[in-house]
C-alpha cells in the first residue's frame, strides 16, 4: 500500500507512494475534498488536468444519507456514480455525525444520530460505515472513531480514545470479513486518538499501530486546540507510528500548516479550508493570502501573479475577480476554487522537491511564515 521512499535529513518530513487500484499517489498529498461526491465548483475534468488531484475525498454521512446506499450501489459505487476513476478515501462519518447532527447518542454499540436533513432515526457501527464504505468503494476507507471536542477532561479524553479502539478492533475484523463489490481493492486505515494528554497519544499510536492497518490517521486534532499543540500533538505522534504506513492528519489545515506538520512525519492532508474560503473570497498566494472582496482590489488592473498556473492569477484583472465577487457570479467562485487548489496541489509539489534535494528543512518555516501572512 505504501512505500517509504526517503526521510528528509533533519526534519521528520518524508517522501512516499501510495499504491491504488485507482492508482498511485506520491506523498506528501492535499486530498480535495468532495463532500457530496463534488469537490465544490469544480469540474472533474478540471481536477484531472488542471489541478492534477491524486486523490479526492468523499463523505460516508453524507452520501449515506443522500442518496443512500441503494442508489450508490445500483450507480457502481462512487467513482462509476461521479465519473472519477482516480482513488477516493471516504472518512468513516464518525467526526460529520458531531459536526452535524445536534441530535446524537453514544453507545458502546456506535453513535445514533438524527438526519440533519430530515430527523429520521439512523445508527452508525463499527460494522455498518464498514459495509457503506465497501458500498461506496472508496479506495481507502477510515474506521469508524469518536473525535472527542477540544477542550476536554483527561477522564473524557481517555474513556473515548479506549471506546475508539474497541470499535477499531470491531471494524478491523468487519473489515477483514467482507470482500470489495466492484471488483477493485480497499484499504482500511485506524485512526490514531487521546485528544491533547501525551500518555494518551502515545498509547493509542501503540495500540492502532498494533492492529494492522493498511494506513494510519491522526484524529482529534485541528478541533480548537492551539495551533502549537496541534503541532507538539502531532510529532509525539509520528514518534511512535511505524515508517513503514501512511500517516494521514485529518482536517489540517492551512498552507503553513502543511508545512510544519510535514516537517513532523505526516505523509497525508485533507481541510475544506481551499474549497470553502475560497467561496468567500480569500485567495492564497505564495506571498501570502488575501480577501478578493476587499475594496482595495476594487480597481487594481493588474492580475494577481502571471507566474502562476490558474486562470484567476493569469487572465484576469484583480479589479474583475473583485466585481464578480461584489456581484456573487459563479464564475468568482469556479476561480477562486480552482485557484486555490491548484496553489495546495503545487505547494506540495514545491515540497517533494525540496525534500528530494534537501532544501526542505532550511525553507519550511520561513515559508509557513510568509503563507501565513495576509496581504
Ligand atoms: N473520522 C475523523 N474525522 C476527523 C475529521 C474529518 C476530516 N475530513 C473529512 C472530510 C470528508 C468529507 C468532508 C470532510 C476532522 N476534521 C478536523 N478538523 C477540520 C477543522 C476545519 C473545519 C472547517 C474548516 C477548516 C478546518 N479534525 C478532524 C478530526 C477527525 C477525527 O478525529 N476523526
Known amino acids: 500500500m505504501f512505500e517509504l521512499k526517503k526521510t ?18 506520491s506523498t506528501p498529498i492535499f486530498m480535495p475534498v468532495g463532500t457530496l461526491a463534488s469537490v465544490k465548483a469544480v469540474k472533474q475534468d478540471d481536477l484531472k488536468e488542471k489541478i492534477k488531484a491524486q486523490i479526492i475525498l468523499g463523505n460516508t454521512y453524507h452520501l449515506y444519507l443522500r442518496p443512500g446506499c441503494d442508489i450508490m450501489e445500483s450507480a457502481g459505487g462512487l467513482h462509476s456514480f461521479m465519473s472519477w476513476d482516480r482513488p477516493i478515501l471516504t472518512d468513516s462519518g464518525g467526526y460529520q455525525v458531531f459536526s452535524l447532527s445536534d441530535n446524537r447518542e453514544l453507545t458502546e454499540e456506535g453513535a445514533e444520530f438524527k438526519s440533519h436533513l430530515d430527523g429520521s432515526k439512523h445508527m452508525f457501527t463499527p460494522e455498518n460505515v464498514v459495509d457503506i464504505q465497501r458500498t461506496l468503494g472508496s479506495d481507502i476507507m477510515m474506521v ?23 470499535w477499531e478492533k470491531r471494524g478491523r475484523e468487519a473489515f477483514l470479513n467482507t470482500e470489495p463489490k466492484y471488483g477493485h481493492k480497499q484499504a482500511q486505515f485506524g485512526i490514531v486518538q487521546g485528544g491533547t494528554f501525551e500518555d494518551l497519544r502515545i498509547e493509542s499510536s501503540k495500540r492502532v499501530a498494533d492492529m494492522d492497518f493498511e494506513g494510519i490517521a491522526i484524529g482529534g486534532l485541528s478541533v480548537g486546540e492551539p495551533t502549537d499543540l496541534m503541532y507538539e500533538m502531532t510529532d509525539l505522534n ?49 506571498n501570502g493570502y488575501i480577501n478578493i472582496s476587499n475594496a482595495k482590489w476594487k480597481n487594481h488592473n493588474q492580475p494577481l501573479d502571471p507566474a502562476f498556473p490558474s486562470d484567476l492569477c493569469s487572465k484576469y484583472k484583480m479589479s474583475y475577480i473583485h ?40 525553507w519550511y518555516k520561513e515559508k509557513a511564515e510568509v503563507l501565513d501572512t495576509k496581504i
Open 238 to 286: 509520528t514518534d511512535y507510528l511505524p515508517e513503514n504506513k501512511a500517516r494521514y492528519l485529518m482536517g489540517v489545515g492551512k498552507p503553513a500548516n502543511l508545512l510544519h506538520c510535514i516537517a513532523r512525519g505526516i505523509d497525508m492532508f485533507d481541510c475544506v479550508l481551499p474549497t470553502r474560503n475560497a467561496r468567500n473570497g480569500q485567495i492564497f498566494t505564495d
Open 323 to 362: 466585481h464578480l465577487f461584489r456581484n456573487n457570479e459563479l464564475l468568482g467562485l469556479e476561480l477562486a476554487s480552482l485557484h486555490n487548489l491548484t496553489f495546495y496541489l503545487s505547494l506540495m509539489d514545491e515540497v517533494k522537491e525540496r525534500i528530494a534535494n534537501d532544501t526542505f528543512h532550511n
Open 144 to 166: 469508524l472513531d469518536e473525535c472527542p471536542p477540544y477542550p476536554c477532561s483527561y477522564e473524557y479524553a481517555k474513556e473515548s480514545m479506549e471506546l475508539t479502539h474497541r
Open 8 to 25: 528528509a535529513a533533519s526534519t521528520k518530513a518524508r517522501l512516499g507512494t501510495l499504491t491504488t487500484d485507482h492508482g498511485e499517489i
